[in-house]
């Protein structure tokens, strides 16, 4: 909690002048399911314009606050706000500013894909000429232009990805939260929905993203919070969270659970 | 290795037991019933000893005929019951074709149909009890037919998956398939008033299939007995034969299998455009409207649930043609109370996918009223339809508009009523890309009391057109009917407001908690 929201890393020069209210700001979040505590007392705040790594190992409870954070899972205490509105109360307004891509939730599959987009962007309410031109758009952006006309469901995992993305985007959200964006995308596919999210960043929008990937997160992320057991181990920046070190040694060292072995003498061939 | 997988199977069957009391007791009282089946069809085979041979040989010659049917049948509808050693899943394993071949066979044959069907055919030998030679001959030719069995119901899967058969062709034919079965209660009806010539006609019938691979294996002990014994060695060898053709033709799909995975985007072809997303109005309604239009057009599990549809017609019309008309005449509300039902699954339908809905902070009404267009579209149409033609038939014209004020008020009520209940309990459905007869692990009792609960509700709210569709039948005078008719329209259209109303306020408040049971009903 060393946090300091009033001073996001500026990117780019035309970045608005640091807004006060955070994109979001999670305030003693906490979740158990059944005996399980999966989410325990957690403080989070997300700078606008920022682009926010969420990084923990398995089961730390990245995808149950992600999951509250968007409407999707009620919590049992603490407050969410999106851009100074709370998600639990004005649960309409905060639905609209946010963009959701999340783990483990399936999609209409039986839907083209450019109906899926199509779907998403009338739910929103918006008009079926601005939703026909951005689903173009968004189809082209992501490579998926032939596909469009192929039902999800006999989509590759990566393609999934990148048609849910499609999805998250169209409704031009002012805060997007992405959970595990990159599984199993191709390194090009990745790359380009990178500088996507990049260019979003830059035109003001902010971006919540959480992943196993420490490389791609230190390398595209300007913040980056840590996560373990359901409490926030490290937040900041990411050269303060980091500290010198990469980030992959860093989280290690925070989480722990690192076993220093060869593994056994069997698996040794020569 | 055959063992090792053996064992596999049988840790998978326990383990799966494990999961959950419900499930485990399930399992006992099926076992128990099973094992009621079992000892009621070997005591028929003991019986069987005591009647002329010619008599149990065509008993053994049809019931093994069925059997290897049975084998072939079951599994393609019932896709994905047991693919817990599925070929798929040993691919990874470095296991030559021709041991994992060995080991399937030996799984088939001791999985729990493999045992009873193996049990059950083993009993025939009793049925000899007094032919020494065939006495000797039917466990040998029991076992022959069972192989069969197996080997067959395994190369036909194998040969399938490895034709590579598109989604849709699957889907599909998971539907149609149940079609001739729904339909063989009537058949059976209409059959039954010959049984007695069929009964004559029975050992013509076994003789023809005697000859074929279905029935050849179950006839040689009755050929022995019945003094054939050249037949019999003929039949050996067709039985035989066909056990060689089986294996070598599943051995051959599966080194196809093991080596190439069965690709699964051959399904769809392109289509065009934006489809029913350009009929419907651009609003959130329009669009959950088009989606569900869409979903009626490609998903079986809800064209599945049409298809007692045509069954309740076929059936109304033999009863009409044997003399009670009143189902017939009454089919415009079955088809309503049936149709109006349906909506209480479709969020259970959506699963996980209902997150779409939830964050993209869509109204509650929006869902509900785009959920109904659909349904109405489609069964408003049918409804008046399966109302009014009968009645012209039979020449019962006077009835019409009462009974077309209980249809659309039963119809109308439904939609509200289910719009509700869909927001309130979710159904145990089998999830997307599943086979739409299978039933879900857990079916459980409350969402079935559920669904029965809304129905109840749904008649009681609809009791003023009922009664008054009842006076106008008792008094004849067709006023009441057109009262029924209004009545029915008008009160139905409030219920359903009022439905949508309700069940979209549901929805926005519960949308979450129904979320997360979405989530753990598929066990994620």
């Known amino acids: ?270 | 290795m055959v063992a090792h997988l053996v064992r596999l199977r049988f840790r998978l069957l326990f383990n799966g037991f494990r999961r959950s009391t419900a499930v485990l007791v399930s399992a006992i009282l099926g076992a128990v019933w099973a094992l009621f089946v079992l000892f009621g069809l070997v005591a028929g085979m003991f019986a069987l000893a005591f009647v002329p041979p010619q008599w149990a040989w065509t008993v053994a010659v049809l019931g093994g005929s069925v059997a290897v049917l049975g084998w072939l049948i079951v599994p393609l509808m019932l896709r994905g019951m047991d693919d817990s050693l599925s070929v798929a899943k040993l691919r990874m394993f470095p296991i030559p074709p021709q041991r994992l071949l060995v080991a399937l066979l030996a799984v088939g044959l001791l999985g729990i149909p493999g045992i009873v069907t193996l049990l059950v055919a083993v009993s025939t030998t009793l049925s000899w009890i007094r032919e020494p030679l065939a006495l000797i001959a039917a466990p040998f030719a029991a076992v022959l037919g069972v192989l069969i069995c197996v080997a067959a119901s395994r190369a036909f899967e194998a040969v399938g998956a490895s034709l590579s058969a598109g989604r849709r062709y699957r889907e599909v034919m998971s539907v149609v398939v149940f079609i001739p079965l729904i339909l063989l209660g009537p058949i059976i009806s209409v059959a039954g008033s010959s049984i007695e010539t069929i009964g004559d006609d029975l050992p013509r019938i076994a003789h023809v299939a005697s000859w074929t691979p279905l029935g050849a294996a179950w006839s040689i002990p009755g050929d022995l007995a019945l003094g054939r014994p050249l037949e019999a060695l003929a039949k050996t060898a067709i039985a035989l034969a066909t056990l060689g053709v089986l294996l070598l033709l599943w051995r051959r799909s599966l080194a196809v299998l093991l080596v190439s995975p069965p690709s699964s985007s051959s399904g769809s072809k392109a289509s065009k455009g934006l489809g029913p997303f350009a009929w419907y109005p651009g609003t959130p309604t329009g669009a959950i409207a088009a989606r569900t239009t869409v979903y009626w057009l490609r998903d079986p599990r809800y064209g599945g649930s049409l298809i007692v549809l045509p069954v309740l017609t076929i059936l109304a019309i033999f009863m009409a043609a044997t003399g009670s008309e009143w189902f017939l005449v009454l089919l415009g509300p079955f088809f309503a109370a049936m149709l109006a039902i349906t909506l209480c699954a479709e969020i259970s339908y959506d699963g996980t996918a209902f997150a779409s809905h939830l964050s993209s902070g869509v109204t509650g009404v929006a869902d509900r009223t785009g959920r109904v267009i659909t349904l109405a579209i489609m069964a408003v149409p049918l409804v008046t339809l399966a109302t009014v033609i009968p009645l012209l038939i039979l020449d019962h014209s006077a009835h019409i508009p009462a009974l077309l004020g209980v249809a659309y008020g039963l119809l109308l009520t439904g939609f509200g009523v289910s719009s509700i209940a869909s927001a309130r309990f979710l159904m145990p459905v089998p999830a997307a890309g599943e086979s739409p007869f299978k039933s879900p692990p857990g079916a459980s009792f409350t969402s079935q009391l559920g669904m029965f609960a809304a129905w109840a509700i749904v008649f009681v709210l609809a009791l003023p057109e009922l009664v008054l569709a009842i006076v106008s039948f008792a008094t004849g005078q067709i006023v009441f009917g057109f009262a029924a008719l209004i009545v029915g329209v008008v009160l139905g259209a409030v219920f359903m407001v009022l439905g949508i109303r309700r069940g979209g306020a549901l929805i926005e408040r519960r949308g979450p908690e129904l979320l997360t049971s979405l989530r753990r009903a598929r066990g994620a």
């Open chain 1, 1 to 270: 909690m060393t946090e300091d929201p009033s001073t996001p890393v500026v990117l780019t020069p035309d970045t608005p002048a640091p807004p006060i209210v955070a994109a979001l700001r999670i305030a003693g979040l906490k979740k158990a399911f059944g005996d399980k505590v999966a989410v325990d007392d957690l403080d989070l705040t997300v700078p606008t314009g920022s682009f926010y790594g969420l990084v923990g190992p398995n089961g730390a409870g990245k995808t149950t606050t992600l999951s509250m954070a968007t409407g999707l899972l009620r919590p049992d205490a603490g407050t969410i706000e999106v851009l100074g509105t709370d998600v639990w109360r004005d649960t309409v307004k905060a639905k609209s500013l946010v963009g959701v891509l999340s783990d483990g939730v399936a999609l209409f599959d039986r839907l083209t894909g450019e109906q899926l987009v199509t779907y998403h962007g009338l739910l929103y309410g918006m008009d079926r000429e601005t939703v026909a031109q951005r689903t173009a758009d968004l189809l082209e952006l992501l490579d998926l232009n032939d596909a469009g006309r192929k039902l999800v469901v006999d989509y590759s995992a990566g393609m999934t990805k990148k048609i849910a993305l499609a999805s998250a985007l169209v409704h031009a959200p002012r805060l997007l939260v992405l959970d595990e964006p990159f599984e199993s995308v191709d390194p090009v596919s990745a790359a380009n929905i990178r500088d996507i999210l990049a260019g979003y960043v830059r035109g003001g929008g902010t971006v919540i993203v959480s992943s196993h990937s420490m490389d791609l997160v230190q390398r595209m992320c300007d913040h980056v919070a840590v996560i373990g057991s359901g409490r926030l181990l490290a937040a900041g920046t990411t050269d303060e969270v980091r500290a010198g070190s990469t980030l992959e040694d860093r989280f290690v060292e925070l989480v722990g659970g690192r076993q220093h072995s060869e593994g056994p003498s069997w698996l040794r061939t020569s």
